[in-house]
């Protein structure tokens, strides 16, 4: 594949959305200027499992202000309600505590919710499953994992090589309910407009996708495509927690189509969003990790227990990176669910490889000491040639330069091998290192439009987001290099249905997938016009085909690094310094790059030390509701957090030459802080969060 040669991109260009942003300008979802707007809030269930006998909503209809109530007893019905969590309001089924069960539409946001809590609500219970258990007694197999993964995996002998393993390791790690809690809740305008005789509806909204919001939801409502216009210019983060429409977008179309044209805008809470826009998994893994006694790996067997919601399947793929992160003639990787009476999990920055990862590098550490061996060392021992699932030749492993360089950088070489062996004043020091890896991948069906315009600039045009990672500046970046021109000449236009195709900002492929298909159409702007076009010139390509997508294994590769310092007295857990070091292709901008590596180191250490979602089984919800008592890390929390990239060009990933780079930050960092943390004190933690008394032994 041919790369296109880099003038503007990889320089550290300021964010060109940055102006609009501080000075309050930019429009997110909630605030787009709308005429005479009403305001939505939502009817929850308070009962996990069973069903609605009747809601009584006479004293909110009497509430001065209030315009419409919905429940599962009137409310619109749906052309399509084959979605388990996005066909709400259609029966009166109870499926998890949270679950939407009506709504109340009125002229001020204060009276929609004093007018929701007048609905009372009368049920039929019946007994509910909330609580995951290694030993639930309908753990099941599902068909496929996320990204059409295959559920298990089975290579040689894994038993037989574990039962004559010079070396075994032999552990359970878990991982809790993690909630994305991005700075802006998710929100939605809707407007659903008759007057022309055919429904045109209106969405502006916080997502990660225009295009599959409207793809998602046109036929839930029985609408052709260019009926649903979805509008989103700008989003305040996701995470994952974005990437496809909620409950949340289905009930404000249902309230619009109430209101005669009227705008309805909705706003979660903090605290609704804990039970409707997904989260992570909790997980449960067995590791086991046979090895000679040299440390070269005879056998690695991953098996995972997790959850999904019992009103629809989501399987986290929490096992995929052991089928290639390391060499092993025998191998076993296993996936089960338990189906609960639960909101649905979602994505969550790094799905599967995130919570995968820590447990794989967590026993990588377990099985060097057991060896004998510098943690490093063990991982160079281990590495495959090629990729042991495909067979395929790499695009560019290069972990062993991260690990390399990053040693060099942090001061692997002065750590003391030795537990509990480093003390300054009252504090126990520990360093401690993992490995990183993250699928690179561009998606099909994007399409991008390049126009010249009078004003003598190039409207370059594609319905991508931009959700706070920079990608209007990076596509900028891009279409100024496969134009040929200067960066200042190039408007790029996104977030919006009415734009070209494209896919979702997730999985780390927006940049490869939305600048291919840039690239794709300035070269054939350029083809068919010159470098001098008429004004109005324009041409529309969708993006090709990788032809070596097939043919090479592309991934990115990174090694993390920590140092904590752990209070002897006290258990007080600090982290001076994390250092990451990333192979992830070309850098498009140096200065986003960067934010997004450190941005997801410190979700790993937030991960480590922090982030717990606590679900009562007994009533089947999430208890820890907001951000004061779901606790995530500060800028207090670690001192020193830098990441560095090999400079390098991947020349089978895409024309830029680049991989993405927004989620291998968080893989592995978790694993890095608690393996620092056993060799600062000598307890090894297997649970996350680690916390104060699980060192107090």
């Not at 260009?13 to 979802?29: E, M």
């Not at 919001?213 to 052709?224: D, H, I, Q, Y």
């Not at 991260?402 to 509990?420: I, K």
């Not at 090694?559 to 258990?571: H, K, M, N, Y």
Request: with cysteine; aromatic share 6%; proline share 6%.
């Amino acid at each position: 594949m041919t790369t296109i040669q880099p003038r503007a991109i990889g320089a550290p260009l300021t964010r060109l959305d940055g102006p609009a942003k501080v000075t309050g300008t930019a429009h997110y979802a909630f605030e787009h200027p709308v005429q005479h707007p009403a305001y939505l809030h939502p009817v929850q269930a308070t009962i996990a499992h069973g069903r609605v006998a009747g809601m009584d909503t006479a004293a909110a209809e009497q509430l001065d202000g209030v315009v419409a109530v919905l429940t599962v007893f009137d409310a619109p019905k749906l052309a399509d309600a084959s979605d388990g969590e996005l066909s709400i309001l259609q029966d009166d089924r109870v499926h998890f505590r949270g679950q939407l069960i009506g709504a109340v539409v009125a002229n001020s946001l204060e009276i929609a919710r004093q007018a929701a809590d007048l609905v009372r609500v009368d049920y039929h219970e019946e007994p509910h499953d909330a609580e995951l258990r290694a030993d639930h007694p309908r753990l099941y197999a599902p068909e496929d994992m996320l990204e059409s993964k295959p559920t298990d995996t089975e290579e040689g002998d894994v038993d037989a090589a574990l039962a004559n393993a010079a070396v075994t390791v032999d552990q359970t790690y878990t991982t809790p309910i993690e909630h994305n809690n991005p700075m802006e809740p998710h929100a939605t305008i809707a407007t659903w407009d008759e007057s022309a005789g055919r429904p045109q509806v209106t969405l502006y909204d916080s997502t990660q996708g225009v295009h599959v919001v409207r793809k998602t939801l046109a036929p839930m409502f029985g609408l052709e495509p260019e009926q649903l216009r979805v509008i989103a210019p700008h989003v305040g983060g996701g995470f994952g927690a974005k990437g496809a429409p909620k409950a949340h977008n289905v009930l404000a179309v249902l309230a619009a189509q109430r209101c005669g044209g009227r705008p309805v805008k909705l706003a979660l809470t903090r605290q609704q969003m804990f039970a409707l826009v997904g989260y992570r998994t909790p997980t449960i893994q067995r590791v086991r990790l046979a090895a000679d006694p040299a440390g070269a790996l005879t056998a690695l067997s991953h098996e995972v227990i997790e959850q999904t919601s019992a009103v629809k399947e989501f399987a986290e793929q929490t096992a995929v990176a052991s089928r290639m992160m390391y060499a092993t003639p025998n191998r076993r990787t296993s996936h089960r669910l338990a189906a609960l009476d639960v909101p649905v999990p979602f994505w969550m920055r790094a799905p599967g490889l995130c919570p995968g990862m820590f447990a794989t590098e967590v026993a990588m550490d377990e099985l060097a000491e057991a060896c004998g061996l510098d943690p490093i060392e063990l991982r160079i021992r281990n590495e495959p040639r090629v990729d042991p699932e495909t067979g395929n030749p790499w695009s560019g492993r290069r972990l062993v330069d991260c690990l390399r360089t990053g040693a060099e950088r942090f001061g692997w070489a002065d750590r003391d091998p030795l537990p509990r062996n480093r003390i300054h004043g009252r504090w126990l020091l520990g360093t401690g290192v993992a490995a990183a890896t993250y699928p690179a991948s561009s998606n099909p069906g994007n399409t991008a439009r390049v126009e010249y315009r009078p004003d003598g600039r190039y409207a370059v045009q594609i319905g991508a987001a931009d959700i706070g990672t920079g990608t209007w500046t990076a596509l900028t970046q891009i279409a100024a290099d496969a134009l040929g021109c200067d960066t200042d000449t190039v408007e790029v236009q996104i977030g919006d249905t009415d734009l070209p195709a494209a896919t979702v900002a997730g999985g780390s492929s927006g940049i490869s997938s939305w600048g291919t298909a840039i690239v794709a159409a300035a070269q054939a702007f350029r083809d068919k016009h010159g470098e001098n076009p008429s004004y109005g010139a324009e041409v529309s390509t969708e993006a090709p085909e990788n032809p070596d997508a097939e043919k090479f294994a592309l991934h990115s590769f990174g090694a993390q690094f920590a140092e904590v310092a752990v209070d002897r007295d006290t258990g007080e857990i600090r982290v001076p310094r994390m250092l990451g070091v990333f192979s992830i292709g070309r850098a498009i901008n140096a200065r986003t790059l960067r934010s997004q590596l450190i941005g997801g180191m410190t979700m790993g250490l937030s991960m480590a030390l922090h982030e717990e979602s606590v679900r009562d089984p007994r009533f089947g919800h999430v208890v820890t509701q907001d951000l004061a008592s779901y606790h995530i890390s500060a800028h207090a929390d670690v001192r020193d957090v830098d990441a560095i990239w090999l400079d390098e060009v991947d020349e089978h990933a895409n024309p830029m030459g680049a991989r993405g780079a927004g989620e291998i930050g968080i893989v592995g960092a978790a694993a890095a802080v608690a393996n620092a943390i056993y060799r600062a004190t000598g307890v090894r933690v297997r649970d996350l969060p680690i916390m104060v008394d699980d060192l107090l032994h």
